[in-house]
């Protein structure tokens, strides 16, 4: 048996494993523009959508369970209350 003979198994795999994912981008990326096409967006809002069309929405657990990096109000001090009089 010659060298040529041999089959790379791990080599055959991630070749796989690139047409796989290639494959899906496709998919994705024909929904998107199906969806694009059918909403009658405007070239500006076809083209986002299809270049976001590898997002995913966030789900409520991921939302809940994240901490807050941005306080509400970043000026205002938590421990501080400032009341203001208007005089009449």
Same mark, same amino acid.
């Given at each position: 048996?010659?060298?040529?003979? @041999?089959?790379?198994?791990?080599?055959?795999?991630?070749?796989?494993?690139?047409? +796989?994912?290639?494959?899906?981008?496709?998919?994705?990326?024909? =929904?998107?523009?199906?969806?694009? +096409?059918?909403?009658?967006?405007?070239?500006?809002?076809?083209?986002?959508? @299809?270049?976001?069309?590898?997002?995913?929405?966030?789900?409520?657990?991921?939302?809940?369970?994240?901490?807050?990096?941005?306080?509400?109000?970043? +000026?205002?001090?938590? =421990?501080? @209350? @400032?009341?203001?009089? +208007?005089?009449?």
């Amino acid at each position: 048996m010659s060298q040529r003979d @041999v089959i790379d198994f791990s080599a055959l795999e991630r070749e796989l494993q690139v047409v +796989v994912e290639s494959e899906r981008r496709h998919q994705r990326e024909n =929904d998107a523009k199906l969806r694009a +096409v059918s909403q009658r967006a405007s070239y500006d809002q076809f083209r986002d959508l @299809v270049l976001a069309c590898h997002m995913k929405p966030l789900e409520k657990k991921d939302k809940d369970s994240a901490p807050r990096k941005q306080p509400w109000n970043p +000026v205002a001090r938590s =421990d501080q @209350v @400032v009341v203001q009089v +208007v005089p009449p």
